[in-house]
């Protein structure tokens, strides 16, 4: 079954006045590309999350998020004692000095000590970081399996086109057979007439007669690239209803499918065949940006 690497997931949750949102986006890349963006202090949440992805997915760039939210209500406002301590110390080495330079100075209200930086700090959250740790790797797996549904539906899509594009193919390949068949009495008095200049043109001893009629035949005959054609399309059907990832595979074979209709363009020497040459070429190309999706 064909799987896309185009998907995304999220998943929110809370604990003890703790709330997070995952997402989970993948596009299509050579590899597996992981990237991870993670807050900093869970220990042993970036290990769980690769460890899982790996075990679920072959190729694809995939970014993963993670957004943690504490409430308000979590945490209330303390005084750190020791700023406290420093500011009330330099305020009154302020006094002193202003006052044995004959300068009176207002009384600091509370407000303003209070206004210092880091006098007031936000207080310590109720959540134990284990648990929250724990709380957010169970929340990997029923991630990575909404993303693998989607890709699974993406790749039916996928599917779907693929197979389409291989029946056109398989089409135009036994077109073109017909009409290699129906070109054969012109071929053969091409072959013909072209071994004639070949004799009159050039004085050549046997073997090299030989060995230029032989070029000749192969320039004209596309049996083999139609055999080709016929065998890609078996071998893309069977990667197709594989079950394991075939989309380096699949692209490797496209670019097979390319080249054979390239050469049947430029050997068939038939205006009929050349056409048939050319809609196979356009055909194989929209499959082959199709395969560039595929796991």
């Known amino acids: 079954m064909i799987h896309s690497m185009t998907a995304y997931a999220s998943k929110t949750g809370a604990l003890d006045g703790m709330s997070w949102m995952w997402e989970m986006r993948g596009v299509n890349a050579r590899g597996l590309d992981i990237r991870l963006r993670l807050p900093d202090g869970l220990d042993g949440l970036e290990t769980a999350l690769r460890t899982a992805m790996k075990a679920h997915l072959k190729r694809g760039s995939i970014t993963v998020s993670l957004r943690l939210t504490r409430d308000d209500n979590d945490q209330g406002l303390a005084l750190d004692e020791a700023q406290l301590d420093r500011v009330l110390a330099a305020l009154d080495t302020v006094q002193d000095r202003a006052f044995s330079m004959g300068v009176t100075l207002g009384q600091p209200t509370a407000a303003d000590v209070l206004g210092h930086r880091g006098v ?13 740790v724990k709380a957010l790797i169970a929340e990997i797996e029923p991630m990575l399996a ?21 029946a056109e193919i398989d089409d135009l390949v036994v077109a073109a057979d017909k009409a290699v068949m129906a070109r054969k009495d012109v071929a053969a008095q091409n072959f013909r007439d072209a071994v004639a200049r070949v004799v009159s043109e050039a004085e050549l001893d046997e073997a090299r007669l030989v060995q230029e009629l032989a ?13 080709r054609l016929k065998a890609h399309i078996d071998a893309a059907r069977d990667m197709i209803a594989s079950d394991t990832p075939m989309g380096r595979k699949l692209d490797f074979l496209a670019q097979e499918f390319n080249r054979e209709a390239n050469t049947l363009c430029s050997k068939s020497q038939n205006t009929a065949l050349t056409a048939l040459g050319l809609d196979l070429k356009a055909v194989i190309d929209q499959m082959r940006e199709q395969i560039q999706n595929v796991e």
């Open 120 to 132: 007031v700090v936000q207080g310590k959250s109720n959540t134990d970081d284990g648990a929250l």
């Open 146 to 166: 909404d993303f693998v549904a989607m890709r699974a539906a993406e790749g039916e899509a996928i599917e779907v086109m693929l197979k389409g594009q291989l």
């Open 215 to 227: 070029m000749l035949a192969v320039k004209q005959d596309v049996t083999e690239e139609i055999d």
